[in-house]
């Protein structure tokens, strides 16, 4: 592909003309809690409501649309994590092609279904999307398939872009949008969009620290290329190997900052909007919200926060949910090293009800290593309201002889 890769603002305004009918129009709301939490009227994007649940769809239609009928007759290949995967898969369907999807071989399964379920055959190939990547172009070579790249492509890019005339229009005097990154399509073509119309807007890219590898790039930071898999809950922007046509004709000219969020930061995010949004994001979804809560940005009087995606693995929503509840000081494990006497649990447990915490769980251990033979040792589950509270709680079972460990 040429390192001078072009898309205008009137490609993106096309893009929304080809996909107006096809695509659901996804709400743009104030959320008041979030508001109140960062200082700054905040506006969610709900591109998890998009169709197959991504903002992926809105590229993949445009482009499968603007291939000609050779391309088409030929068949399509991609490669992706899954919201690609899905979006492709749907746009060919619709579209009467034929698609094959290479996916990593530790996608979701739900991922994988789901893009089953669309028409594809899906190929499972590789760690890391990186390597799905490399087997798709293979596959491509192979059997003269049209490739649709996940972010490298101007119709791809176009189509994310009319993300960015949807929020200008909604809230014409916003000052900050946060975008996850992954590849860098989404992000290019919504900071082209809403820099074209209003230069003034800032636009703050959002990376898992599993996979910085943008923000390094972007930051003049040494990316460590020794890991292999990036081991992440934010698994649709993990990708190992920044592009530097992206950032080259994108990214470095349009965006104003980028940022890295750990797992945890983001599994607190996803339980922030499902508590408070009422809406279900997955871990690149929830990326920006994981930014705006813990990196302190300059938000400015009106932001918007794109959820990209709502496509999470049942599989992991209750130890996403479990971890999330207790960062935010919602949930406890507690560990106390007590005298083995009759009525000391009672009397630990009217420690933490006269601290109004609730016990969910309640487990003895008399022989572990480093107990005394008279020792044992108690561990609590709490249901509790703050991080203070946790504090509160631990104070009180240290006054009444408790050994907190």
């Known amino acids: 592909m040429p390192n001078d890769m072009k898309v205008t603002f009137e490609d993106i305004q096309k893009a929304r003309q080809l996909i107006k009918d096809i695509i659901s129009p996804t709400e743009m709301s104030h959320s008041i809690s979030a508001s109140n939490l960062l200082k700054s009227e905040v506006y969610f994007k709900f591109e998890n409501t998009q169709r197959t649940g991504s903002f992926k769809f809105r590229g993949a239609y445009n482009k499968i649309s603007n291939l000609s009928a050779e391309e088409k007759a030929r068949g399509v290949v991609a490669s992706s994590a899954g919201n690609h995967a899905q979006g492709v898969a749907l746009s060919a369907r619709l579209a009467g092609v034929q698609s094959t999807i290479v996916m990593p071989e530790n996608c979701s399964i739900s991922k994988a279904t789901a893009t089953r379920s669309y028409g594809a055959n899906v190929v499972l190939k590789g760690e890391i999307y990186d390597e799905a990547y490399e087997h798709a172009q293979k596959l491509e070579k192979e059997n003269g398939f049209t490739f649709v790249h996940p972010y490298q492509d101007p119709y791809v890019i176009a189509g994310q872009g009319t993300i960015g005339l949807e929020l200008l229009e909604k809230v014409p005097d916003l000052d900050t949008v946060i975008v996850p990154i992954g590849g860098g399509g989404l992000i290019s073509g919504v900071a082209l969009a809403v820099k074209t119309i209003n230069p003034k807007v800032r636009v703050i890219g959002v990376q898992s620290d599993r996979s910085p590898g943008m923000a390094c790039l972007y930051n003049k930071q040494t990316q460590d290329q020794k890991k292999k898999r990036a081991a992440t809950i934010a698994d649709g922007i993990a990708i190992k ?165």
């Not at 935010?328 to 009217?350: A, F, H, W």
């Not at 006269?354 to 033979?373: F, I, M, P, T, Y």
């Not at 991080?387 to 009444?400: G, N, W, Y």
């Open 241 to 405: 190997n920044p592009s530097q046509i992206i950032y080259d004709n994108f990214i470095s000219k349009y965006v104003d900052q980028v940022v890295t969020v750990s797992d945890d930061e983001i599994a607190e995010a996803i339980v922030f909007l499902m508590e408070r949004a009422k809406t279900v994001a997955e871990g690149s979804g929830a990326a920006a919200m994981a930014a705006a809560m813990h990196r302190g940005l300059d938000l400015g009087k009106k932001c918007c926060v794109i959820i990209s995606g709502g496509n999470i693995d049942l599989n992991i929503v209750s130890k996403i949910i479990d971890r999330g509840q207790a960062l935010r000081g919602k949930l406890c494990e507690l560990s106390v090293i007590v005298d083995d006497l009759p009525g000391n649990l009672s009397n630990l447990t009217q420690v933490i009800a006269s601290e109004k915490a609730n016990v969910l769980e309640v487990r003895h251990d008399r022989v572990s290593q480093g107990l005394s033979l008279r020792e044992t040792r108690i561990d609590f589950v709490l249901e509790t309201s703050s991080i203070e509270h946790v504090e509160r709680i631990k104070r009180a079972l240290e006054a009444s002889g408790a050994k907190i460990i």
